[in-house]
């Protein structure tokens, strides 16, 4: 292999080989191959034709179909606010319904949890922040909403396999056997009720997965 074919995959490697991929490589291949011998044409020699053509190209993200170039310090600060008024907004919810068992421990376990995404929040804005202020950075936007279409549909199947599931724990032997529903109180409708709603809280998941297209969109630079 050539140091020109090598140099190229180099370039690639990051990414998976797919056929756009692939035939992109080799149409910058061949572009770069042309260029060299123009250059050995004009009267240079092979070594000092090969770099002129490396450095007329030191990077392909641009060419990538869906690559954007985007403020990476505004992009990471906005969506880690947001994750935490997102995990903020469920503890909230959490708070009053802590009289039932099932969620006792899940409002402290989240509170915990918003506790370290604080810190290390505070800590990404006084030190890691300073480093990466000023950097750009290359994301795929194509594979940001591939993602969340993604998350959007396990979230989906999650939600209708765990409201089937609770059915059939409250209402399964009542089904099969044919025999009226009977709840003994107000606190056993509050905590079957409960267990309903639990699972609604985790839409926060494909929120959150969300927020990356729309973020990278808003950032985007020249």
């Not at 995990?87 to 989240?110: C, D, G, K, M, Q």
């Not at 370290?116 to 030190?127: M, N, R, S, T």
């Not at 959007?152 to 199947?157: D, E, G, N």
Request: charged share 20%.
């Amino acid at each position: 292999m050539n140091k020109l074919k090598e140099y190229v995959d180099s370039l690639f490697r990051k990414y998976r080989q797919t056929s756009k991929i692939r035939d992109l490589k080799e149409e910058v291949y061949t572009n770069l191959e042309a260029k060299r011998m123009d250059l050995i044409a004009a009267g240079f020699s092979p070594d000092e034709a090969f770099d002129q053509v490396r450095n007329s190209i030191t990077e392909v993200d641009s060419l990538i179909e869906g690559n954007i170039k985007i403020d990476r310090f505004s992009f990471c600060r906005e969506r880690m606010q947001w994750m935490l008024i997102s995990l903020l907004s469920v503890w909230v919810i959490t708070i009053p319904l802590r009289v039932f068992y099932s969620v006792f421990a899940l409002s402290y376990l989240l509170a915990f949890v918003i506790l370290i995404a604080g810190v290390y929040y505070i800590y990404f804005l006084k030190q890691r922040g300073k480093q990466c202020q000023k950097q750009t950075v290359y994301v795929n936007i194509l594979y940001y909403r591939k993602v969340k279409r993604v998350v959007w549909v396990l979230w989906s199947m999650y939600f209708l396999f765990s409201f089937v599931m609770t059915t059939c724990v409250y209402f399964g032997s009542n089904l099969w056997f044919s025999r009226p529903v009977h709840i003994d109180g107000p606190y056993a409708l509050g905590n079957m009720l409960v267990n309903y709603f639990l699972p609604l809280l985790t839409i926060v998941i494909p929120f959150i997965f969300g927020l990356n297209e729309r973020l990278a969109l808003k950032y985007e630079v020249e």
